[in-house]
């Protein structure tokens, strides 16, 4: 069934918005969970679709998951295959972790490609590597691929890289296996160290997670345990943006301002008063914008999943940005949308250069990814006029609530769907992915 969000003009948004567990990071930590020897109890995982489709993943192993309010309970102890569903695995980017997290256990995976946002390339050839000086065994088939071990050493793997998701894969592959893994080269997200923090309450023994240095003496057994998903950083982001956009005064309420340092030092040199308490983020956004230049970079730089929510902020800055994607440089499906409502916004090579000072008209247009919708919601929220988003299933792999969440701030919008539309509309909605 067709569905969209309208977005009206609602002027500034103003009040506060909760963040919600981290979503990347929640997806590791699942993964991790079938690697104990028993029950595990995560707390604050978010309620989305990629947390869904795992949910039917553990159903076809034999590991149980249920909900208990925000927490999830998983109890990996009936696992009874790690051939998992083609179709499901592909489903999402970070089904590769269910690698690293069950081969030391069953000794072989097979599992589908991943999937999820598609920004041209998102390569595993890292995973490989590491997974490959484990001992690991990798057989490539056209819709899927198979992994085998029978027993994983330790060993220092170097990535050639910076990679989240394949330092993370190699910390969980390399916790159960015999001997000592030294990762070179690592990434630093905070995702990473919690996962870390996650397998060492389990009785895991990893050290250096935060440091481009991860040393990992693997372990024969990892008990169950309880743990506390961290805040979504880039919700957190995208919520501050907001006020920015809007003009007006947005708290967030649990984010880790730590792991947020370069967005926002960003945010204060493009004008955007900022206050910082323990966990909790006020951005004032009823100032003139400045013009800025900005390079997405793995962490501690500013995040590429940002980098699509603060386009059209930067449309009210004076003077001429310039955004340069270092991690996806093909990551600017959002801009054509954004011409669409009327911005100035010329992408050259791995950079987009956005004339400031534009007024956005609303329009159809539609999200090819979770970050582009949240652009989009944002520049609905700035037009003239109402705006229809299409796309919606990208947005909702990220958000829970995201109509409920921005409505508490005053946004005047609301998820559509089936209904009769006419002439141009109708035809555009439906056929809004080809464009």
Sequence with gaps: MLKWIE???????????????????????????????????????????????????????????????RDLII????????DL???????????????????????????????????????????FKALKALGANI???????????????????????????????????????????????????PEVVDTANMLNQMGARIRGAGTSTIRVEGVKELSGCTYSVIPDRLIAGAFLLSAAATRGTVTVEGAIPDHLGSFLSKMEEIGVGIEINEQKITAHGDVRLKAVRVRTGMYPGFATDLQQPLTPVLLRAHGKSIITERVYPKRFNHVQQLNR?????????????????????????HASDVRAGVSLII???????????????????????????FSALGAKLALKQGGRLEGEQAYWLKNAARK
């Design 379 to 405: 520049a609905g929220l700035m037009a003239e006029g109402s705006t229809a988003i299409t796309g919606v299933e990208h947005v909702e792999r990220g958000y829970e609530d995201i109509i409920g969440s």
């Design 7 to 69: 977005i009206m003009p609602s002027g500034a948004l103003n009040g506060s918005v909760k963040v919600p567990g981290s979503k990347n990071s929640s997806l590791a930590l699942l993964a991790a969970s079938c690697m104990a020897d028993g029950p595990v109890r995560l707390q604050g995982i978010p309620d989305l679709f990629d947390i869904k489709v795992i949910q039917g993943i553990f159903q076809d192993i034999g590991v149980s998951m249920t909900r208990q309010g």
């Design 139 to 189: 057989e490539l088939k056209d819709t899927y691929y198979i992994v085998e071990a029978e027993r994983l050493v330790g060993t220092d793997i170097f990535f050639d890289v910076i990679t989240s998701g394949a330092t993370i894969n190699a910390l969980l592959a390399s916790a159960r296996a015999s001997g000592t893994t030294v990762l070179r080269n690592a990434a630093t997200d």
């Design 341 to 365: 409502m009327g911005a100035n916004i010329e992408v050259k090579g791995p950079s987009a250069w956005i004339s400031g000072t534009q007024t956005l008209q609303g329009a159809l247009v």
């Design 75 to 82: 109890d990996p102890g009936s696992i009874a295959s790690s």
């Design 85 to 127: 569903d083609i179709d499901k695995t592909s489903a999402f980017r970070a089904s590769y972790y269910f690698v690293g997290a069950l081969l030391a256990k069953q000794k072989k995976v097979r599992i589908g490609y991943p999937g999820g946002d598609d920004f041209v390339s998102r390569p595993i050839d890292q995973h």
